[in-house]
């Protein structure tokens, strides 16, 4: 017979982190191989992907470091995104790309280039703010904890980052669109003949 659950039974990533505040290198290996995806992506949309990867060893190892202080009635997403968003407040703002609506048209790369520096330009807080709710999908509440701003500030920090992007974004969404591939015509496969 097994016994009752613990009322007071911790979820698996707070149990894990304090468990690497002891030591355990098992559990940061847990804890890494759940959440080394969603930090990665967090950094990749304002960075290229070696800067991405530089940035969220740079947040685990943060995490290691920070573990003893970690209080488990703090949700443990809120203290690793809020570790995550110091190191998106410490990186510099950079400069909106131009890129020719020519090569937009035609390039991928150049189109994630140009979204990628727009969300790199937004001011730190708005940064953070739209990085963890468009990108980690976290909840404005969720948002706000890992920020220690209120709710109704992240909002506000979401909105002038959705204002400045439609503003920096503007050559992408005018820009032609991207040419048919070789060997199919511009109206499809399935073009009727007249």
């Known amino acids: 017979m097994r016994p009752p659950r613990s009322a007071t039974q911790l979820a698996p990533d707070s149990g894990d982190l304090l468990l690497v505040a002891a030591g355990d290198s098992a559990a940061l290996t847990r804890l890494v191989t759940r959440w080394s995806q969603p930090v990665y992506a967090f950094f990749e949309r304002t960075r290229e992907p070696s800067a991405a990867t530089e940035a969220a060893l740079a947040t685990f190892e943060r995490l290691v470091t920070s573990s003893p202080r ?3 009635d703090v949700p443990f997403p809120s ?9 998106v407040e410490d990186g510099k703002t950079g400069d909106v790309l131009e890129i020719p609506a020519p090569k937009l048209a035609e390039s991928a790369a150049a189109r994630t280039a140009l979204v990628r520096s727009a969300i790199a330009a937004l001011p730190s807080a708005e940064r953070a703010a739209f990085l963890l709710t468009r990108v980690a999908r976290l909840p404005a509440t969720a948002a706000a ?3 220690g701003v209120p709710e109704t500030e992240v ?3 979401l909105v002038r980052a959705l204002e400045s992007l439609r503003t920096s974004l503007v050559p992408l969404l005018e820009s032609p ?8 015509p511009e109206d499809g496969p399935t073009k009727a003949a007249s």
Do not use: C, N, S
């Open 79 to 87: 203290f690793l995104w809020g570790i995550a968003v110091k190191i």
């Open 177 to 184: 669109a991207a040419p048919a591939p070789q060997g199919e």
């Open 145 to 147: 904890e890992a920020l």
């Open 70 to 72: 970690y209080a488990p």
């Open 155 to 157: 909002r506000r920090r």
